[in-house]
Nanobody, 128 residues
Framework: VQLQASGGGLVQPGGSLRLSCAPSTRAFRTSAIAWFRQAPGKEREFVAAIRLNSGNTAYRYADSVKGRFAISRDNAKNTVYMQMNSLKPEDTAIYYC????????????????????WGQGTLVTVSS
């Protein structure tokens, strides 16, 4: 499975960006997709995840992005989006999308070990 991540760029503080992640698989309707990020000199950290299973959707967000970021999926387009609003300089990082088939429990959606496939990353820079 390959993941195509896109949508990064340079934005001013307070601005918005939308990231996209499209896995090359038809096993989309029962799966979990997450975004992680890694800033220079820091460890990779969880940002947001969405899990779809039998028509039920679960979400999980890092505390640092709650109320500012929103993850969603378009099953018809096999794509997951992450809308990022009110961006801050500390949101600057390379953002990676990750995918796993099946329906992991909500409690592990934040863990890197939950995901089997990773995209190449897209750079988000928040700066004036």
């Amino acid at each position: 499975v390959q993941l195509q991540a896109s949508g990064g760029g340079l934005v001013q503080p307070g601005g918005s960006l939308r990231l996209s992640c499209a896995p090359s698989t038809r096993a989309f309707r029962t799966s979990a997709i997450a975004w992680f990020r890694q800033a220079p000199g820091k460890e990779r950290e969880f940002v947001a995840a969405i899990r779809l299973n039998s028509g039920n959707t679960a979400y999980r967000y890092a505390d640092s992005v709650k109320g500012r970021f929103a993850i969603s999926r378009d099953n018809a387009k096999n794509t997951v989006y992450m809308q990022m609003n009110s961006l801050k300089p500390e949101d600057t990082a390379i953002y990676y999308c990750a995918y796993t088939m099946g329906a992991p429990i909500t409690g592990v959606l934040h863990s890197t070990g939950t995901y089997d496939y990773w995209g190449q990353g897209t750079l988000v820079t928040v700066s004036s």
